[in-house]
């Protein structure tokens, strides 16, 4: 079984409206969890890391959250727009030469 | 600044046929190295990792093979390709082994006929 699972696999916005991308996962003990943004035919490039201590960081209109208790993080993404059309990934960190990684959320936004 | 650099950007081979693939570093001194595969709808997969010159750490078994040659460039390579070797291949690099803090190169697409 994954130990990173991401909800929903693919989603469709118009844009300016917002959206959420759920990462939850089983990755123990845990160091930190980073969500990546990989644009079509590129490599990922890293938004935002959150450590224990973190509950909330954001990137300009990308927010994530973390509750390192029920083990979930989120991706919010306020007034999407175009460019925000990508692949999400969510890679949690369990320290000790252990990372996992997410599928990914594709995301999709159309004028 | 530290950048990565990957190429070709995209590669069309015919079977049996031999790979390389290059990636290279420059800005940063040892940097920890890595080749990962990414099928369509699938997560990135960890096929190779490399902490120093001529130090690789298989992942998975596989038709392919990594080499280090220099402390920044990192060759993933086959003898003969199959057509299951066809995807998306990503290098990367990381200060810390096996951290969640990569950056990473810009792909190849591989596709293998």
């Known amino acids: 079984k994954n130990q990173v699972e991401q909800s929903p696999q693919s989603l469709i916005i118009l844009e300016g409206k917002n959206c959420t991308l759920q990462c939850n996962y089983t990755v123990s003990p845990f160091s930190n969890l980073r969500w990546y943004k990989q644009d079509t035919g590129r490599g990922p490039v890293s938004l935002t890391i959150m450590t224990f201590s973190e509950n909330t960081k954001s990137n300009g209109r990308y927010t994530a959250t973390l509750d390192a208790d029920t083990k979930q993080s989120s991706l919010h993404i306020t007034a999407s727009q175009l460019s925000d059309s990508a692949s999400y990934i969510c890679v949690v960190s369990g320290g000790n030469n252990r990372l996992a990684f997410g599928k990914g959320n594709q995301v999709v936004v159309i004028p | ?113």
């Open chain 2, 1 to 113: 600044s530290q950048t990565i650099h990957q190429w070709p950007a995209t590669l069309v081979q015919p079977v049996g046929s031999p790979l390389s693939l290059e990636c290279t570093v420059e800005g940063t001194s040892n940097p920890n190295l890595y080749w990962y595969r990414q099928a369509a709808g699938r997560g990135l997969q960890l096929l190779f990792y490399s902490v120093g010159i001529g130090q690789i750490s298989s992942e998975v078994p596989q038709n392919l093979s990594a080499s280090r040659p220099q402390d920044r460039q990192f060759i993933l390579s086959s003898k003969k390709l199959l057509l299951s070797d066809s995807g998306f291949y990503l290098c990367a690099w990381s200060v810390e082994v096996l951290s969640s803090g990569y950056t990473f190169g810009s792909g190849t697409r591989l596709t293998v006929v």
